[in-house]
């Protein structure tokens, strides 16, 4: 049974991380799912951008930053749906949250871009994991600037704040690593889910920084939409990408064993045999003593 919620006089109310259902480990759980199924595509549909001709890769490559960033917006809301102020109705202010789904996706779009032409250089991997990173961390505490609380003030303990920023950092730094280093479906796979791992992890540090004051007697009153009436179409869209993305996925037979691209693509190039060599041909003007003296193989 979980204990009640602190109730000290004079001190801030913490607010609670998950919901009144009793199953405490659900949202946690469906929201690590989201990001490693986001994870596992992303990485599948990298890989895939990897062996084919420049013609086709941004496809690729745009595929698989929207599945990436798909799954960790889908994670936050559905970490979000689970955020519970004891007495408080919650509500969301619709163009921040549209605007930190559309934040998700360009930031890793730039990442993946940037590794997907220029490599994985130290320098390269550091400055795009860098942007991706707080491109991430930009997206999760504009969702939480979306919250409004009935009759409380929200505030932010700065060094858990700056901790979940470099988690953010480190995570996207190993997942653009990921995306164009791993190779075969087992790997892909189980840097999926290490990377789930990671931007859970990153949600819920900066949710332990974020507290609730309750002030009694407050406004009533507030703007915003409830996550009840907002769950059904901010949920959709991204869902619905991530399902394609699985369908492309599973309907390209070399990506789901990985063996035979992979091996096309590190296979050395064919060399034709070397023609023999032409028998020269002297020269008539030239003088008889300047003639070659080899004779060509098979004669006395």
């Known amino acids: 049974m979980r204990a009640p919620p602190r109730k000290n006089k004079g001190a801030p109310l913490m607010a609670e991380l998950f919901d009144d259902s009793g199953y405490d480990l659900v949202t946690p759980v469906a929201a690590y799912l989201m990001a490693f199924l986001g994870s596992a595509l992303g990485l599948r549909c990298t890989t895939r951008a990897m062996l084919v001709t420049h013609s086709w890769r941004p496809g690729w490559l745009a595929l698989g930053a929207g599945a990436i960033g798909s799954g960790i917006w889908t994670m936050h809301f559905i970490a979000m749906l689970g955020f519970h102020v004891p007495g408080g109705e919650i509500r969301y202010d619709l163009p921040l949250t549209f605007l930190s789904l559309g934040v998700a996706v360009v930031v890793v779009g730039i990442g993946v871009f940037v590794v997907g032409y220029r490599g ?66 087992l790997w892909s796979l189980a840097a999926s889910l290490i990377m789930g791992v990671a931007v859970t992890g990153m949600h819920y540090t900066g949710m332990a920084a974020l507290t609730v004051h309750r002030h009694a007697g407050g406004p009533t009153g507030f703007d915003g939409v409830s996550s009840v009436r907002l769950v059904v179409p901010m949920l959709v869209g991204p869902m619905v990408f991530l399902l394609l993305a699985a369908v492309i996925v599973m309907f390209d037979p070399l990506m789901v064993m990985g063996t035979p691209d992979e091996a096309r693509a590190t296979a050395p190039t064919p060399r034709r045999p070397a023609s023999p060599a032409a028998t020269p041909v002297p020269d008539p003007h030239r003088p008889l003593r300047d003639w070659p003296t080899e004779r060509p193989p098979g004669r006395g």
């Not at 991997?125 to 991430?136: D, I, Q, R």
């Not at 932010?156 to 190779?183: F, G, M, N």
């Open 120 to 185: 994985a250089s130290p320098l390269t991997l550091g400055v795009s994991g860098l942007v991706t990173g707080l491109g991430v961390a930009a997206m999760h505490y504009l969702g939480m600037a979306a919250m409004r609380v009935s009759g409380s003030a929200i505030h932010y303990d700065p060094l858990t704040v700056a901790a979940s920023v470099v988690i953010a950092v480190v995570a996207a730094t190993a997942a653009l690593w990921a995306a164009v280093q791993v190779r075969g479906m």
